[in-house]
């Protein structure tokens, strides 16, 4: 079977690097894919918001199955373009990835149906927010409403801090469109963690959980970013206390979705934080795998990607083998000097070789050829280096042993991913 994956980033990568070690596999497109996705899938010069062209691809190739990586195209509605056409596809509906698009959508889902998140208010009116900033204590959390590429959510702690995020938001529009709401919400503390499932309908089968690690700066310091760095599993969290995440929040807004007539076919991603109180509790929803969570849930992974793809497509999820191993994974992602703010592009990268050979996975996320056929930089996150082992210790010095192979002008990396895990 013929696959097309849509997207260019380093979940992409891992997804089509999963994909290809079906036996079911055909060949895999990815549009437009880059430099380290084109060694496992053909690329295609087409780009993640034209509908028209990619379905039209889909149809000249006869692909029997298209997959969605970013969250851009699912809230625009492009699975909806590809089921008008009768051609499979994996990902939430327009109306279902609103999970995602909206936030103050997704607040007023969890306190309609009672499933556990932070207090919040929401906004349209910035004297009115301001006002409303002013009155509650800091720590506090603003959040644009609309999607800002993993970048539209500022934690602040002082007073100062929150005011000017505000203002950058709703007055400065640094996220266009996306934040004419604002959503203010009280600070959460505790451990958090990535759950990410396969959900069809009211049907939800979690994968190994993950913790994230947002700021650009060692001891999360720094502003948010896409993502820093990932591991799984998460051996000081108890398996009891990821069960009650999945029964008291996964599956009640798995089931929530279908009430309201929007059922979730996809990969639901939920943000979660552990409390003080020892209660988990919503941090936020995604409406796909996410990045860099991805890169370290994936190759856990035992069962075929491709047959899972296929039974949520099918409606028949709730038959699907899902294996996981108990290796662990942990992903360190290298940046290009400046990220998450303005950086070089075009920068030659060297010694990707030498960190495979370290035994590493290096999934691509910023990449490029240039003219004269050189690996070279092309976005913010570079690179996400992936070290397996037995013990989270034993991969994490994989992955930052084949990192320090790789080298490319201004290249940065937090120096604690997974840290909080041997504790």
Known sequence: MDILVIGAGGREHAICWSLAKSPKAGTIYCAPGNAGIGEVAELVPIQVNEFDKLAAFAEEKQVGLVVVGPDDPLADGIVDVFEAKHIPVFGPRKNAAHIEGSKTFMKDLLKKYNIPTAAYEKFDNYEQALQYLRSRPVPIVIKADGLAAGKGVTVAFTREEAEAALKSIMVDKVFGESGSQVVIEEFLEGQEMSILSFVDGETVRPMAAAQDHKQVYDGDQGPNTGGMGTYSPLPHIADSMIEEAIETIIKPTAKAMVAEGRPFRGVLFAGLMITPDGKPKTIEFNA????????????????????????????????????????????????????????????????LKEARAAGALVFHAGTAKNEAGELVTNGGRVLGVVGLGQSIAEARDKAYEAAECIAFEGKHQRTDIAAKALI
């Open 288 to 351: 796909r795998f996410g990045d860099p969570e991805t890169q370290v849930v994936l190759p856990r992974l035992k069962s075929d990607l491709l047959d899972i793809f296929l039974a949520a497509v099918n409606g028949t999820l709730d038959q699907a083998e899902i294996e996981w191993s108990e290796e662990a994974a942990v992903c360190v992602v290298l940046a290009s000097g400046g990220y998450p703010a303005s950086y070089p592009k075009g920068l030659p990268i060297g010694g």
